[in-house]
């Protein structure tokens, strides 16, 4: 199935039924007195996390939704029928903004929680409502008023409480692959993973987590350069990072200056980001003699001035990958327990998240903008508008372009 986590729909609730004006009529009562009943209420829209899904594709195509409308009231008092609600499932981790506003209505976190976002229109009173001593043949009615409507943008960001950083081709899904039942595509070429890949990790009899491995960065991923910029937001509610950097890379690149990249455009998305907890993993060991491999772990440890956890495995043949997720279930733990014993430790990274969650939304929001402005043929503030001038640079011949 494919993989879309945006999408931007039109909801639109139930109009409320109108009061009906209508008057007893039966046999030897000449004068019967109003028995208009009310309309019914309009149905609204929710959205609902549902444990099943893992995509917004069906919203791809079917972007426009409508609920039911409330009948209108009927003779003898009867109350119209209330419009039906309309449930429209989602994926858990589902964040609901507004399109007008960029007001974030709500965040769907857990299996069947539930947010209504449009409510249905209220009912119109028949003309039994009006009547009184003074006026005992009412022929005021109301009308039901309109259900709400409103465009929506959908964010998917999966849950899970490990992410894999790393340049195209570090081991990212082949890690995933060894230490999960998860079957990512792996290949040598880059970009062989297009979306985020999941896998649960058992370590032990009753504990496990999940790992989340999303598409490489490449150097420029901050300003929509490659695949990664647009998962990044992925990572927004990870627990720990794992940063993976291969130690025996194909082209012969210096791992070093592949980590610092890695580095340099994670903050550049968000600075908040950058400080979420993040462990070094130096990967493809296996392909390296001892001392050169102790000596690329050398180099990469100072460049970064790295003062976290270092591990050094080989997930083609997993080798230190069990040492490896040993470690982060105990992390996990640890960090679980001190969240429920520590109110300030749990504030703090109450406030971590939300400022990543901003950032990444600002940043985001921000290269769409910039999409639109292209699109449309406006240049941003930031771009060159003096692609060919007139003058003359002396570093060749004046070429003129002509149409």
């Known amino acids: 199935m494919k993989f879309v986590d945006e999408v ?9 039924g109108n009061g009906m004006m209508s008057f007893r009529r039966e046999k030897f009562i000449e004068k019967g007195g109003p028995n208009g009943g009310d309309g019914g209420d309009g149905g609204s829209i929710w959205l609902e996390a549902d444990i099943n899904l893992n995509t917004l594709v069906d919203y791809r195509y079917t972007r426009r939704f409508t609920a039911q409308n409330g009948e209108k009231g009927g003779s003898t008092e009867c109350t119209g029928a209330k419009g039906e609600d309309l449930v429209l499932p989602v994926p858990v981790g589902t964040t609901v903004i507004d399109a007008a506003t960029q007001e974030i209505i709500g965040d769907l976190t857990q299996p069947g929680q539930r947010i209504r976002v449009v409510q249905g229109g209220w009912h119109g009173l028949g003309n039994t409502r009006f009547k009184s001593s003074t006026n005992r043949a009412p022929r005021q009615t109301t009308p039901g008023k309109p259900g709400e409507e409103r465009d929506l943008k959908l964010e998917l960001k999966v849950l899970a409480d490990i992410g894999l950083l790393g340049l195209p081709n570090a ?22 993973t297009l979306v985020p890949n999941l896998g649960v990790v058992s370590v032990g009899r009753f504990k496990s987590f999940v790992v989340a491995d999303i ?16 998962f990044l937001k992925h990572l927004a509610r990870t627990r720990l990072l794992l940063h993976l950097v291969d130690m025996a890379p194909l082209d012969e690149s210096d791992p070093a200056e592949a980590a610092e990249t890695i580095i340099n455009e994670l903050t550049k998305f968000s600075p908040a980001l950058g400080e979420r907890d993040r462990w070094l993993v130096l990967n493809k060991a296996d392909q390296l003699l001892d001392e050169e491999r102790d000596e690329r772990l050398k180099a990469v440890v100072e460049r970064l001035d790295w003062q976290g956890p270092v591990f050094v495995i080989s997930a083609l043949e997993r080798e230190g990958t069990e040492a490896l997720c040993q470690a982060i279930m105990q992390y996990l733990d ?3 327990l001190r969240l429920a014993e520590d109110p300030a430790y749990a504030e703090a990274l109450q406030e971590l998240d939300q400022r990543i969650e901003d950032e990444a939304r600002a940043r985001l929001q921000a290269l769409d903008d910039q999409r639109a402005l292209r699109r449309s043929g406006v240049k941003a503030v930031d771009e060159d508008d003096d692609f060919d001038d007139d003058e003359d640079d002396g570093d060749g011949p004046e070429i003129f372009y002509v149409r």
């Not at 931007?8 to 409320?16: E, L, M, N, Q, Y």
């Not at 081991?171 to 062989?192: E, H, N």
């Not at 598409?215 to 647009?230: K, V, Y």
């Open 8 to 16: 931007s729909i039109h909801v639109k609730a139930g109009d409320g």
């Open 215 to 230: 598409p490489g960065l490449i150097e420029g991923a901050s300003e929509g350069a490659g695949l990664g910029i647009r």
């Open 171 to 192: 081991g990212k899904s082949t890690f995933i692959r060894a230490v999960s039942a998860a079957k990512p595509k792996v290949a040598d070429y880059p970009f062989t």
């Open 334 to 336: 640890e960090r679980s």
